[in-house]
């Protein structure tokens, strides 16, 4: 049985088990499960690149609140998941299909079998947005409705950068250097000041806390392999008609000043289903779920107001 990373500052919330369960290759991947009192439906949480389930349980505890079973897990590579690569810091993966693998087997397997009746819903931040729009598109229908935050659908607004990215990446992998982390990236926000992720003080100093409290559930830069398979998978977002098999309401949220994630992007991919809905909160950095109060209260204003009008079909 798996255990929480725990802290003072970030209290686990009520009615919560962790524990591994078995991918179809046999990684073994961690993951965790809340429980609200009288639940009206349960949200499969998914995070970003680098992150790991603690670092939800502020989003976890509002969503209990809003009677919600929470189900999260942290995806191969990272957090208490199963690492790819012997140097268990560098932040690997070779194809988001696995990714989208491993998402469709815990809903099918963990998630439906835990959480019985009621509406599902799938909320995820940045890099958990790219499989699981991939995983929607393909006309997965397990969720009623799904909530994307900030999602890696096109790294950077600036073309020159995007370009540049894809280049060595395709370089990199091609001379067999796909497992090398990737030259000249640090990691940008370990420090509060000078930080693009959040405005909020107290929230990231709170993950910087769980990341020394846990130096196992850490990664740092990604791969080339890892660039390359991501910048593969926006591509694919963008193939004409990609979205001609969606059957589940979803709602884009980005942030006005995401400068890891192009957010003019959403509004592109917004158009090209009825089924997508995009809101854009002004003045916020990339990570929303993080962010500070006034940001939040927009972000939950949103998702309340679109899960009001869809669950009431489901």
């Not at 850490?218 to 660039?227: D, H, K, M, Q, S």
Request: charged share 25%.
């Amino acid at each position: 049985m798996a255990d929480f990373i725990r802290i003072p500052q970030n209290p686990a919330p009520p009615g919560g088990e962790a524990f591994e369960f078995m991918a179809a290759d046999g990684a073994k991947l961690r993951a965790a499960v809340f429980n609200a009192a009288n639940a009206r439906g349960g949200v499969v949480l998914m995070s970003g690149r680098s992150e790991f389930i603690e670092k939800y349980f502020e989003v976890v505890g509002e969503l209990l609140a809003r009677k919600f079973s929470v189900a999260l897990m942290d995806w191969r590579g990272q957090g208490l998941s199963a690492r790819l690569l012997p140097v268990p810091v560098k932040g690997h993966i070779t194809d988001f299909g696995a990714y989208r693998a491993d998402l469709r087997l815990f809903t099918e397997q963990v998630v439906k079998k835990r959480f019985v009746g009621g509406p599902l819903v799938l909320m995820t931040h940045s890099m958990g947005g790219a499989p699981a729009l991939q995983l929607l598109g393909d006309g997965y229908d397990a969720f009623d409705a799904a909530v994307l935050c900030a999602p890696m659908t096109r790294l950077f607004a600036n073309p020159v950068k995007r370009a540049y990215a894809r280049i060595a990446s395709s370089i990199a992998c091609a001379l067999g250097a796909s497992r090398q982390s990737i030259l000249g990236v640090k990691e940008h926000s370990m420090q509060f000041e000078g930080n693009i992720l959040t405005t909020d003080r107290r929230r990231h100093d709170r993950f910087r806390e769980l990341q020394s409290a846990a130096p196992n559930a850490v990664i740092l830069e990604p791969t080339y392999g890892w660039l390359k398979a991501a910048i593969e998978a926006m591509a694919d977002l963008h193939r004409p008609g990609r979205f001609a098999a969606l059957k589940t309401p979803t709602l884009i949220v980005s942030a006005e000043n995401d400068r890891l994630v192009d957010s003019d992007d959403h509004a592109y991919l917004a158009s090209q289903s009825p089924l997508i809905e995009r809101v854009l909160i002004k003045g916020a950095l990339h990570e929303i779920m993080m962010e500070s109060d006034p940001y939040r209260d927009r972000y939950w204003e949103a998702v309340d107001s679109f899960l009001a009008a869809k669950l009431t079909r489901a």
